[in-house]
């Protein structure tokens, strides 16, 4: 008879004595980014070699499919149902990351290899997300092995590789495949904790809204001499624009993008006292900065921000004695469920016009990855909740949203399934640059804890089905 002790030492033992290492290093080693066309041959790879034959010595059974949306990236499922009748939860990865970014990595380190320095593991997708799902299914084999081969329940898996293009191909793949993956929750794990030291959940993920601001007035450019003074300069009008969106102090000014009343309390109460960044992070939180009256922790969780992520007008990389002739800004809006994105671009063109600026057009207007909430009182947000602090001995912090975007949507919209994002990664952890990194200490946390829940996910006690 195994024991609960017993499933979470035996995740420890194979975290302590290096196996969790090199598994990560062999996920890492594929290079597996979905930016970069050439390397479309390495996402198959990392579905097929790797993560199949692991999956199957589990007692999955896998299917890779290719995504629905051509030139997007496969998408793999997993089934382990032991019994129809017991509780049924879903997993999500995706094996995909960003460029390497190879030249841009420190002495010493390289994207494609897992590189130990102190308490951190250097390497492409080691946070972002390899080393997140790698950790959920290390937990579950403990509990496999513990339990003598079966786990009391069923676990159904969906690791998509165009994640890091916007999920795209995710929803109508799910929609498609709905009642296969039916499920009672999904448990998973992406994003960031609060602070590197406080393991917490997220009940959901704030939405992307992507726009450029451009001002397309001549066919080329003009002698600055000769013209300045007297023809309009793009990048001026586009400057204007982005003042009269945001004020030098962070307020967002297009007051329709916000949510209509405020934080909403549910929001406010969960995040009372809830810490923000921690390690690296730390350094980078302007307290003036962003909306007045909020807390740290309710502008990030709990409100929208406004973000110039490129503009460009003219050659900066090498300038000329010319006023350009257009100019541009990509710009986003990370928005929580209580704002209706639906309305961003007709509230910006309105909000533009009123201040004179017809010349500015608004271009590519999209939702990249809508926002998603579960109310973070749900009943399996307060059992997972329960069942971490048991494995960890200490206190659980819930939030309703995390700060980055996750397809949470697609599995609430077609599957109709709780949230429980569990994060094992910190803000620090550079996921999207160079020196990508997972802290030790983290994930050492984040396995105990799931084999602690897959553990208590086979004893009964869950939340009511239906």
């Known amino acids: ?45 990392y579905l097929d070699a790797e993560m199949r034959p692991w999956l199957e010595r589990l007692g999955f059974e896998v299917a890779i499919h290719p995504n629905p949306l051509a030139g997007f990236g496969p998408i793999l499922t997993g089934m382990r149902v032991e019994d129809p009748a017991r509780p049924t939860v879903l997993l999500y990865g995706h094996g995909d990351t960003v460029r390497g970014l190879d030249d841009q ?34 937990a579950l084999e403990a509990v496999i092995a513990e339990r003598g081969g079966r786990l009391g329940f069923n676990v159904k898996l969906v690791l998509e590789m165009a994640e890091e293009r916007g999920s795209l191909g995710l929803k109508d793949f799910v929609a498609a495949h709905a009642a296969e993956l039916a499920a009672d929750a999904l448990i998973a794990s992406d994003g960031p904790r609060v602070e590197p030291g406080l393991p917490t959940i997220a009940t959901g ?11 397309r007035l001549r066919e080329g450019g003009v002698h600055s001499g000769h013209w300045g003074g007297l023809t309009t300069d793009p990048a001026v009008l586009v400057a204007h624009a982005i003042s009269t969106i ?31 960044g921690g390690g690296e992070g730390a350094a980078t939180i302007d307290a003036a900065w962003g909306e007045p009256g909020l807390t740290a922790a309710e502008k990030i969780y709990g409100w929208c921000s406004f973000i110039v992520l490129a503009m460009v007008s003219g050659r900066p990389e090498n300038p000329v004695n010319a006023v350009a002739p257009d ?60 069942s971490m602090e048991r ?33 094992h990664s910190y803000n620090g952890c550079k996921q999207h640059g160079p020196d990508e990194h997972l802290l030790i200490p983290a994930a050492r946390e984040g396995i105990a804890a799931f084999a602690g829940m897959w553990w208590d996910l086979g004893e009964g006690g869950t939340p009511p089905r239906g």
């Open 327 to 386: 100019a541009r800004a990509h710009c986003q809006i990370r928005y929580t469920v209580d704002a209706d994105a639906t309305g961003f671009e007709a509230a910006l063109r309105a909000h533009l016009d009123r201040h004179g600026l017809q010349a500015v057009a608004i271009e590519n207007a999209r939702i990249r990855m809508p926002a998603s909430r579960t109310a973070p009182d749900h009943p399996w947000v307060r059992w997972a909740q329960a």
């Open 1 to 45: 008879m195994g024991t609960r002790e017993g499933a979470i030492g035996r995740a420890l033992g194979f975290f302590d004595d290096g196996g969790f290492e090199d598994l990560l290093g062999r996920l890492v080693a594929t290079p597996s980014t979905s930016q970069e066309e050439a390397a479309a041959p390495a996402l198959a790879r």
């Open 105 to 138: 990595w420190r002495a010493g380190l390289a994207p494609w290899a897992v590189t130990r320095e102190g308490d951190r593991w250097y390497g492409r997708g080691t946070a972002d997300n390899k080393g997140q799902h790698a950790i959920n299914l290390a």
């Open 205 to 215: 993920t704030r939405g992307t809204f992507h726009f450029d601001l451009a001002v």
């Open 391 to 423: 494995s960890l001995g200490k206190r659980v912090q819930v939030i309703p949203n995390s700060s980055g975007g996750l397809p949470g949507d697609v599995f609430v919209d077609h599957l109709g399934v709780p949230l429980v994002w569990v994060p």
């Open 246 to 276: 945001m004020d030098r102090d962070g307020k967002i000014l297009v007051r329709d993008w916000l949510p209509p009343g405020g934080v909403p309390e549910e929001v406010r109460s969960v995040l009372a006292g809830c810490p923000v």
